[in-house]
T-cell receptor, first 111, second 114 residues
Framework: EAAVTQSPRNKVAVTGGKVTLSCNQTNNHNNMYWYRQDTGHGLRLIHYSYGAGSTEKGDIPDGYKASRPSQENFSLILELATPSQTSVYFC??????????FGKGTRLTVV | TQTVSQSDAHVTVFEGDSVELRCNYSYGGSIYLSWYIQHHGHGLQFLLKYYSGNPVVQGVNGFEAEFSKSDSSFHLRKASVHWSDSAVYFCAVRSSSGSWQLIFGSGTQLTVMP
């Protein structure tokens, strides 16, 4: 069964610290996505990737970097975390004409 | 630029009622449309999709959606809702060529009263 696994599931970080959110997919999908979900905003696309070595900016990339070292793994990196980045983050994978599969989310709190 | 609009933030119905959740999009080329459901505290789960062919597509749990190019719409419907259908529903659009960005609407909270 298609699976997208996010780690950690919960994270508390300090302002100015570095945070790395990890995502692994066993679907062999080329495309992977990082979203954040906030009340009143729905899901907003941060970064996405077409395949290993590729990262593209989504709608709200400022303050975030992404890394796709392999087909299976796609990380979201906050070099200098800020309280405004407190949110729930979702990773997803998909391919042309397929449904997109989502992870269970990571709740990040920046204090 | 692709955009997705879900005009109703909240919809409340009674169990057994029919429901339609509205979704309108703007995009000039070929697109891929889908609906997702999110129960409280959980991730998103796929309901159904449309890419081409029959404009009425069937999904899981009795949901269906109808694509209309003239109205730029992809509304979700269910003939008889159950309390367990209470959730947030998201419409999403993705270009079928070029950029693979998947863009979501703001979601509609469906509440089914007993």
């Amino acid at each position: 069964e298609a699976a997208v696994t996010q780690s950690p599931r919960n994270k508390v970080a300090v302002t100015g610290g570095k945070v790395t959110l990890s995502c692994n997919q066993t679907n062999n999908h080329n495309n992977m996505y990082w979203y954040r979900q906030d009340t009143g905003h729905g899901l907003r696309l941060i970064h996405y990737s077409y395949g290993a070595g590729s990262t593209e900016k989504g709608d709200i990339p400022d303050g975030y970097k992404a890394s796709r070292p392999s087909q299976e793994n796609f990380s979201l990196i906050l070099e200098l975390a800020t309280p405004s980045q407190t949110s729930v983050y979702f990773c997803a994978s998909g391919d042309k004409n397929t449904e997109v599969f989502f992870g269970k989310g990571t709740r990040l709190t920046v204090v | 630029t692709q955009t997705v609009s879900q005009s109703d933030a909240h919809v409340t119905v009674f169990e057994g009622d029919s429901v339609e959740l509205r979704c309108n999009y703007s995009y000039g080329g070929s697109i891929y449309l889908s609906w997702y459901i999110q129960h409280h505290g959980h991730g998103l789960q796929f309901l159904l999709k449309y890419y081409s062919g029959n404009p009425v597509v069937q999904g899981v749990n009795g949901f269906e959606a109808e694509f209309s190019k003239s109205d730029s719409s992809f509304h979700l419907r269910k003939a008889s809702v159950h309390w367990s259908d209470s959730a947030v529903y998201f419409c999403a659009v993705r270009s079928s060529s070029g950029s693979w960005q998947l863009i979501f609407g703001s979601g509609t909270q469906l509440t089914v009263m007993p």
